[in-house]
């Protein structure tokens, strides 16, 4: 992962590198540092931790210079201290990395024995020596060229050259980079969001690419070291929506923002007064695919685990789901009739994207679906649906799921019309039932107090469980992996049918179970599993959207949520185990928008 800027200017820069860092610390936040030139000396700052205790540090000793570059790191190779930290230094050379070098041990070992002293644990550290050795004999272009012929991995980089005072040099293979210009200024920055508050004038780098940049120009060049162009793009101004407001936390207001999210999303795929679908553009037959695979990591996944079973419930298609990790190194059979379709919020995570570019490379059909539309997987796929949701900051995915859930439903709808899989007056039906969820959904926020109490159970746990059968073990696994993420607290989804098999060993006198049976087709099965664990000591936490007394026996706690129709339930099932999250993980004072050992957009292997 981790998050590089890069400014040149006519004014000093270290304040609107460390602001920039502060918008990507989303990337990576256990280390920070930047490096200007100043007086033709390399001045570098490190520090472990956050940008906060580097900004600490560059405001009782303030750095000068007019050119420089940041970094936030999430680290791979090395732990992260201040040594670790980038920028990695030589005496003429300063480089900031996103990415890994595969091939760091054989180049370090080789550098070691060419007399290279090195100081940390880094792959990075490598591309400083390497470009430094490189300019004995060349000028910094060429330089950074014979570098990266000899780096396998990813990379984004951000490069500065001491005895050229004017320049930063960027790279890039696997690993986002956009530019941004302004006036007297240009920019290097791992996304457009780093740039955003300094320009809405942008470029993106594409694999291969290399850019050299002053205050006043920005030079692009292919792998082959030809001179290209890049199409200047002009973004949208949404920075309203980066601000916490009122909330404490962004994955609060993120959290709050689900009915908003939904209705904005539903605004740009449904025409409410002819209750009609808008899918345009649509590059590929529908009634011509006879399989659908479904692609994403983490959450995303998750969202595509549910959109198999509507699928299946809608659709006669033969639908896949596959981890990215996997699906890029196993052997496909890729199929003429088969669609490929990506779910990502960020549109760069390194996994999805390398599934991705393999689908490419084998002529298949591809659709992704992302809340970044300027991102490398939007920009890769034959057709994007964008979801809407604004900028998701906080590190657990919330709003963009419910996002991605609706996106994927609707095209499912649409895919399943076309096919004549379903009637138009039952597409009718379930365009009216959704946009029911936005009521449904602030109905289910206010309940956010008794949650606060129930957590309370689980803050001293040894561990817990998700239950869930149907359309509701992909949001068990869903609450399962919120609560690990935020609360540091171990959780396993399961499908309740399964708990036999093994995982009923687990419970024991008084661990907190989750128990999610919504009004459908499992509703008795799920309930007779969860008195399985009752009659085993399980404390359980039963969500269901059947109002009913009877089964409210042998519970610690019932949360009621709203029905709508079966098939929308997973949206309204989620939000409580967002906030039963959220809350445990506020209990047990955890850094909410930012978990430990994690990052916002996943940009390695
Ligand atoms: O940006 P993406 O949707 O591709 O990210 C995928 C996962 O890294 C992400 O969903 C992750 O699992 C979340 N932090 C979970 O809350």
Redesign the pocket.
């Known amino acids: 992962m981790c998050g590089i800027i890069g400014i040149a200017s006519d004014k000093s820069v270290s304040s609107n590198i460390i602001n920039s860092l502060k918008r990507l610390e989303y990337r990576g936040y256990d280390s920070a540092g930047l490096a200007t030139l100043n007086n033709n000396l390399i001045i570098e700052k490190k520090c472990s931790g956050r940008v906060e205790q580097l900004e600490k540090i560059i405001f009782e000793s303030p750095v000068k210079g007019n050119i420089g570059i940041g970094h936030v790191r999430w680290a791979t190779h090395g732990i992260p201290n201040t040594v670790n930290a980038h920028p990695h230094s030589s005496e003429i050379v300063s480089v900031v990395h996103n990415g890994i070098i595969e091939n760091s041990d054989e180049l370090k070992k080789k550098l070691e024995k060419e007399g290279v002293k090195f100081k940390s644990q880094t792959d990075t550290e490598v591309i400083t020596f390497l470009i430094t050795k490189a300019l004995e004999s060349s000028d910094p272009l060429d330089s950074v060229f014979l570098t990266l012929e000899k780096l396998k991995g990813s990379f984004a980089l951000g490069i500065l050259f001491k005895n050229h005072n004017n320049i930063i040099i960027g790279a890039r293979r696997g690993s986002p980079l956009a530019v941004g210009y302004a006036k007297n200024e240009n920019y290097l920055g791992s996304d457009s969001y780093a740039l955003k508050s300094m320009t809405n004038k942008i470029s993106y780098l594409d694999d291969g690419d290399v850019c050299v940049l002053n205050k006043d120009h920005i030079e692009f060049y292919n792998q082959k070291k030809t001179k290209i162009n890049k199409k200047v793009l002009v973004l949208s101004d949404d920075a309203r929506s980066i601000s916490k407001g009122d909330y404490k936390n962004f994955m609060s207001k993120e959290i709050f923002e689900q009915p908003i999210t939904i209705k904005n999303c539903m605004n740009e795929y449904i025409d409410k007064i002819r209750n009609q679908i808008n899918l345009y553009d649509f590059p590929i037959q529908p009634d011509k695919i006879d399989k659908i695979t479904l692609i994403?990591?983490?959450?995303?996944?998750?969202s595509c685990l549910v959109a198999k079973y509507w699928f299946e419930e809608v659709t006669d298609l033969d639908v896949e789901v596959d981890i990215?990790s996997e699906f890029r190194y196993r052997n496909i059979k890729f199929k003429k009739n088969n669609l490929y379709i990506f779910?990502?919020?960020?549109?760069?995570?390194a996994d999805?994207a390398a599934a991705l570019e393999l689908c490419k490379q084998n002529n298949a059909k591809t659709c992704s679906i992302?809340?970044?539309v300027e991102s490398s997987?939007a920009r890769l796929s034959d057709w994007v649906l964008p979801i809407h949701a604004g900028p998701e900051i906080g590190?657990?995915?919330?709003k963009?799921?419910l996002g991605?859930l609706l996106v994927l439903y609707i095209l499912i709808l649409k895919i399943s019309k076309i096919r004549g899989d379903v009637s138009e007056k039952e597409i009718i039906k379930k365009i009216d039932d959704l946009k029911k969820i936005p009521d449904a959904l602030n109905q289910v926020l206010k309940i956010e107090d008794k949650i606060q109490v129930i957590a309370k159970d689980f803050v001293n746990a040894k561990g817990t469980m998700y239950l869930g059968r149907g359309l509701s073990y992909p949001i068990a696994l869903?609450g399962a992996?919120?609560l690990k993420?935020l609360s540091y607290l171990h959780a396993e989804g399961y499908p309740a049918g399964e708990m036999k098999h093994g995982p009923l060993a687990l419970i024991e006198d008084g661990l907190p179970v989750v128990v999610l049976a919504p009004n459908d087709k499992y509703f008795e099965k799920t309930i007779s599993n969860m008195q399985e664990v009752i009659a085993r000591g399980g404390k359980i936490l039963l969500i269901t959207d059947k109002h009913d007394e009877v089964i409210s026996e042998n519970l610690r706690f019932k949360l009621e949520i709203p029905f709508i129709n079966y098939l929308l339930t997973p949206f309204i099932i989620t939000v409580p185990l967002q906030l039963l999250a959220y809350h445990v993980a506020s209990l047990k004072k955890c850094d909410i928008d930012k978990?430990r050992n994690?990052a916002?957009?996943?940009t390695v292997e």
Do not use: D, M, R, W
Request: charged share 15%; hydrophobic share 40%.
């Open positions: 994403a990591c983490g959450t995303a996944y998750h990215a779910v990502s919020q960020s549109g760069e995570t999805t992302v809340n970044v997987i590190v657990a995915s919330t963009a799921f991605q869903e992996l919120k993420e978990p994690l916002k957009s996943v």
